[in-house]
Structure formats: structure tokens, C-alpha cells
């Protein structure tokens, strides 16, 4: 059970099947996609009061004991009862989508025990992005199972220019968010260097 009163502003850990993991540093691209996310789904979130956008540092306290630190996390507006505002601010519930972005230390949890936690917990949606492959991977839960919604690769122009017809006829430049159903993200987006 978490103690507030133990925890302290520099813990920074998540439980794991009752196992506490201290999770490496991120990268500088892990905090660039991260502020992609917040540029076009968090400013759109906010701008049309749909909810919250939380990233990795707020902790998440599932119903099955798991506590977790998201990479990405929205808590929609009719589901705001879950958020604790106090000097621990915490999420006590399920969210309705979570993102995780994939680095070396990490990968094998988030496509394995985290992804199976969050389709166990209820999360509707989760995605998946993979840096080294410029791809997103959404899931969305259906019967109480994840089935796979798509999978968005980024080409850049000579990536594009070499596929051939039916492979560029294909390709899906937006990837939609489906907690908002007339709301996509472009894929450009969450993977372009603004430098």
C-alpha cells in the first residue's frame, strides 16, 4: 500500500507486480516526442476542456496494486474523480489512455507485463511508440482485450520516394485518437526534429 507520508519530491520509481523498478534516465528524442505529444494531443485536450494530459511524472496507482509513471497519460474530462490535486498529486484509477515510448531498458515491460496491466486495468487506449523505427502502435481495448488499432510509420522524403506505388497508397500519414473520435495526430508530427 503507498504511504504518502514515506514518499518524498526525488523518489521517482513505479511498482511492478509488486516489485519496485527505478527507471533509467530518458534520451533527448524520448523528451522531444514527449513534447510532441503535449503540442497536438495535450494543446488540443485542453483547448476543447476534454480532460487531462499527464506525463512522466505523475504517479498512476491501478486497482491491481501496479503503480506506474506513463510516458503520456490522458484522464478525460468525465473521469477527473481519479485525480488526487494535493502536495502528492497522484492518479488513484484507471486512465483512458496511456502512451509509452519505447527505449532499451524499457521495452521488454512496455510491450509485455505493462501493456497486459493496462488491458487487465481497462485503459481504452495505449500506445506504443518506437523511436528506432519511427512507428507508432495503437491498441484499443475491445471486449476487455487490446486488438491492434494500426500501425504509423514515419517515412522522410527519400524513405517515401523509394516505396513503390501500392506501398505509398498504403502508408497513413494521421494516426487517430479514438477517445476523440473527429481528432487525429499527424505522424510527421510526433516524430519531426523542429531544429
Known amino acids: ?10 523518489d ?11 527507471p533509467s534516465a530518458k534520451n533527448i528524442e524520448h523528451g522531444i ?9 495535450g494543446v488540443y485536450v485542453k483547448q476543447n476542456r476534454l480532460g487531462y494530459v499527464f506525463t512522466d511524472n505523475t504517479d498512476i496507482h491501478f486497482p491491481d496494486g501496479n ?27 484507471v486512465p483512458d489512455m496511456v502512451v509509452e515510448i519505447l527505449s532499451k531498458s ?5 510491450l509485455g507485463i505493462k501493456k497486459d496491466a493496462y488491458e487487465t ?11 528506432w523505427s519511427s512507428t507508432v502502435y495503437t491498441y484499443i481495448l475491445r471486449d476487455g482485450k487490446f486488438q491492434l488499432g494500426g500501425e504509423y510509420i514515419h517515412y522522410n522524403e527519400t524513405e517515401f520516394s523509394m516505396l ?22 499527424k505522424v510527421s508530427d510526433i516524430f519531426d526534429w523542429y531544429i
Not at 521517482?12 to 527505478?22: M, R, V
Not at 494521421?174 to 495526430?185: C, G, H, W
Open 33 to 41: 516526442i514527449v513534447s510532441s505529444l503535449i503540442y497536438t494531443i
Open 67 to 93: 503503480l506506474f509513471r506513463p510516458d503520456f497519460t490522458i484522464i478525460c474530462a468525465e473521469n477527473a474523480d481519479i485525480i488526487t490535486k494535493n502536495i502528492y498529486g497522484a492518479i488513484h484509477g
Open 12 to 22: 521517482c520509481f513505479e511498482i511492478i507486480s509488486g516489485k519496485k523498478i527505478i
Open 106 to 110: 524499457t521495452r521488454n515491460r512496455d
Open 121 to 131: 486495468n481497462g485503459v481504452k487506449e495505449y500506445w506504443i511508440i518506437d523511436p
Open 1 to 10: 500500500m503507498f504511504n504518502e507520508a514515506l514518499y518524498t519530491a526525488k
Open 164 to 185: 513503390n506505388e501500392d506501398e505509398k497508397a498504403d502508408v497513413k500519414f494521421e494516426v487517430p485518437v479514438t477517445l476523440f473520435p473527429e481528432f487525429k495526430v
